[in-house]
């Protein structure tokens, strides 16, 4: 039952909240380029001194990376209610390519009831939505069902290197009924989600080699590889024209989607040409076989997230560069595992490279593909607590995107995770004019509200 007082203090302070959320959105705490370290940081510091002003124990903790931030509700040495750890991250991805934003990334503007700028969906406005909602209890006096610690860290755009570390540190302390994450999305604001199954990650970047420096193209050209030829033929080996990544063993691990989940997937809302209207391309491209719903969730993919080579100044220049670079990524699926298919695409690149080149392959970041069965108690209560707060049925959803620390808190903690996303579709995360509607984020205030009543009765 929503309380009235809670919601007062929502609604009397709803201006206050997107002005914090602004605050909050000026640091530009790019994770990824060392150029922001101390942007990264002195966000961490905000949120340490903002949890402390709403009534939290809070602390900075140094990581050999970005800190993380550390605030609980109680005061106890050990939590006495059942205990939740609320998990978000202040870090943002880069903003590039700059010139196609309409406003500033890091100056957050409203528009028709959207906050635009760089980490306003994904995820600054998520866990404020859950820090507002403690700030209504403790403000109003009222009490809360459930003790509470946030972990927010600053890696996740990163891959969470150091996260799994400092949860392993802290496991004593960190002991909990489950975790809660709002960190994912919902097809639209009439179906609130619950999503039940995240896709894996395996990173590595790769180098070509040829002649030891940049060559004239006139002088040389055709009697030497180019490595930027040579890297585009590597690259277009690695699929076939059906989309099937065509990488010996790739797919061996991967657990068919069953027909109840086909099914249950054909039910969510979806409109081919709305998708390619939203993403502004001609014609869909997918694995053959797949719905467009199972191809970005459900199925394993390998995807070219940068390709670097040659001259790309002003104008033109006509060299054979001395080297190409890609960084790749796959997308995995249960029960894939990031080594070993990390394994599989370096040997099968290894086996193509012509001998006219060098290769070198850097092993990036990783994380495992996440399902859980969303027909226990704790997520019964999610999604009554979802129904409640967003008025509208609650719909089950498997997401393509990663968030590599879920595994790491079922595996260390041995404890429920519990996605309950509150982004939108076309909130553009990781692009250019990312934006969170203001309704996202006052829903996800009363979805926080109403959750830990619900999870404290079934804990
Ligand atoms: N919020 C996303 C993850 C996400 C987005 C899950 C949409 C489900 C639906 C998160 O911030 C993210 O972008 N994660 C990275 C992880 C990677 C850098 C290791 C990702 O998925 O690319
Ligand atoms: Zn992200």
Sequence with gaps: MPNTQIESYLRDNQQRFIDLLCEHVRFPSISAQAEHRKDVEACAGWLVTHCKKIGLQARLCPTPGHPVVLARTFTTPAPRKPHYIVYGHYDVQPVDPLDLWSSPPFEPVVQKGRLFGRGTSD?????????????????????????????????????????????????????????????????????????????????????????????????YGGSVENPAMALCQLLAQLRDADGRIAIPGFYDDVVPLSDYEREQLARLPYSEAGYKKHLGVKALFGEAGFTAGEQRSARPTLEINGLTSGYQGEGSKTIIPSWAKAKLTCRLVPNQKPEKVLQA???????????????????????????????????????????????????????????????????????????????????????????????????????????????????
């Design 345 to 459: 695409v370096a040997a099968h690149l290894k086996k193509i490279c012509p001998p006219t080149v060098r290769l070198e392959i850097k092993a990036g970041h990783g994380g495992a593909p996440f399902l859980f069965s969303p027909d226990g108690p704790k997520a019964k209560a999610a999604l009554r607590a979802l129904e409640s707060a967003f008025k509208h049925p609650a719909v089950l959803l498997r997401e393509g995107g990663s968030i590599p620390i879920v595994n790491e808190f079922q595996r260390i903690l041995k404890t429920d995770v519990l996605l309950l996303g509150l982004a939108l579709p076309d909130d553009n995360a990781h692009s250019p004019n990312e934006k969170f509607d203001l309704a996202c984020y006052t829903q996800g205030m009363r979805l926080s509200t109403q959750l830990w009543p619900e999870l404290a009765a079934v804990s």
């Design 123 to 219: 995820n600054k406005g998520q866990h404020l939505a859950h820090l507002n909602a403690v700030e209504a209890y403790l403000k109003t006096g009222t009490e809360l069902p459930c003790d509470l610690t946030f972990v927010i860290e600053g890696e996740e755009e990163i891959g969470s290197n150091h996260l799994a570390d400092f949860l392993q540190k802290n496991r004593q302390s960190l002991k909990c009924q489950g975790v809660v994450i709002s960190d994912t999305g919902m097809p639209s604001l009439k179906h609130p989600a619950l999503t039940y199954a995240l896709r894996g990650i395996a990173a590595l970047g790769i180098q070509v080699t040829g002649p030891d420096r940049d060559l004239h193209s006139g002088i």
